[in-house]
């Protein structure tokens, strides 16, 4: 079975290596105009080496739920607030229906949209999906496990749950308007032949406190959990996610996981791109306990224990956990640059799904309107008719 996996892995490299796909450099995106952004954000596929997700025969239907108008206190009105923070979509579903539906910046139902750091969400689960399967057998198990590459860096000691809940200890910096920073840098340098670019970059980071003891939010380090995934199942992430969740649960189209045009190593950290509803179906996927097909796609406990707080980000009622960001009260959210929002709330069984093209990357102003919003939708779906 190793051998195989290993045979795996490596017709994969060779077959992106081979591939004819576009190469702008991947970190670009994070200096590009308003306009560029609202152009791109919905065909990444046109800028960047990707890999297909696919679907498959069986759609997960969206039934159309009683009408919800999410209410603000301040005069805000949804049509402001989609203009204000050049939002292209919402969808909300409660108990799997369609509450609310709505389009902007010329976006449509049909049309994918980047999710930057929500794929951090989805990468976390695909390692609930390895668990179960026991590809990966532990997520105490070191890093180096799966990734040997990283014996002599600052990961030797490092843990799988540590790399989960980034507190691998390890130095970095996430500036998103530094294009020196790390997060700008780590898929630039000299390649190693056999060797991920990005496991290249990250070997050469050094350790600042010991593991664990320290949350540092790290784009670089959920890029490798998803190599330690794709070394454990012999799997591409987009394949994985395929065949685990996209094709089982009812996913109305194929997606896409954007990659390394040389090495075909995909983006952990973000890259996934796909429909408004789809993103809402893997909510509800969630809320449904990560069952698909009738059967748990998820190593059990896997949920309940990557969605609660496991490390402090020094925000009252806030947290991290698996790579989501979690809240009091049993709430967690993937949270991506730019406006990107999967919003879950088991109590309500509520998913939020928001697409954007914010003119930053993050700040706080965004992030203070982000929160109104959902803050709107959870007051009218508690005073409203369901």
């Known amino acids: 079975m190793r051998l195989y996996r290993l045979f795996c892995i490596a017709a994969l490299g060779l077959c992106a290596a ?93 049309q994918h949209w980047t999710s930057f750091s929500v794929a951090k969400s989805f990468t976390s689960t695909l390692v609930g999906a390895a668990l179960r399967d026991g590809s990966i057998h532990d997520l105490d198990d070191p890093v180096t496990r799966y ?7 600052g990961y030797r000691d490092v843990t799988v749950r540590q790399l989960l809940t980034m507190t691998s200890g390890v130095r970095w910096n996430e500036d998103y308007v530094d294009p020196n920073s790390d997060v700008a840098q780590m898929y630039e340098g000299a390649r190693v032949p056999g060797t991920p670019l990005l496991v290249s970059y990250m070997a050469k980071l050094p350790s600042e406190s010991k593991p664990g003891t320290r949350w540092v939010y790290k784009t670089g380090e959920t890029d490798l959990i998803g190599i330690l995934v794709t070394r454990a199942t012999g799997r591409t992430l987009a394949a994985y996610l395929s065949e685990k969740i996209w094709k089982p649960y009812g996913m109305a189209q194929d997606a896409i996981w954007l990659k390394d045009p040389v090495d075909g190593t995909e983006a ?34 896997w949920l309940a224990d990557a969605t609660r707080k496991h490390a402090d980000i020094g925000a009252p009622g806030r947290g991290y956990g698996y790579q989501w960001w979690t809240f009091d009260g049993g709430r967690y959210a993937g949270l991506g640059i730019f406006g990107q ?30 929160q109104a919003f959902i803050d709107a939708v959870t007051a009218a779906v508690d005073g409203g008719v369901k």
């Open 341 to 370: 929002v999967l919003y879950l709330d088991p109590s309500r069984h509520l998913a939020i799904v928001q697409l954007a093209a914010w003119p930053v990357a993050t700040d706080s102003a965004q992030t203070r309107a982000r």
């Open 147 to 153: 990734i040997p590459a990283l014996s002599d860096s």
């Open 18 to 110: 081979c591939a004819t796909t576009p190469s702008a450099r991947r970190t670009d995106v994070l200096f590009w105009n308003q306009s560029q952004r609202e152009t791109h954000f919905r065909a990444m596929e046109t800028q960047y080496a990707s890999n297909r997700i696919a679907h498959g025969t069986n759609v997960h239907a969206l039934p159309a739920g009683a009408p919800l108008l999410p209410r603000w206190n301040d005069g805000t009105t949804l049509d402001s607030y989609m203009s204000d923070h050049h939002v292209a979509g919402i969808m909300v579903l409660q108990d799997g229906k369609v509450r609310l539906e709505r389009y902007g910046l010329g976006f449509g139902p049909t």
């Open 268 to 301: 952990g950290g973000s890259g996934v791109s796909a429909t408004l509803s789809d993103y809402a179906r893997m909510g509800q996927f969630l809320l449904d306990g990560g069952v698909a097909n009738g059967k748990p796609v998820l190593a059990d406990g």
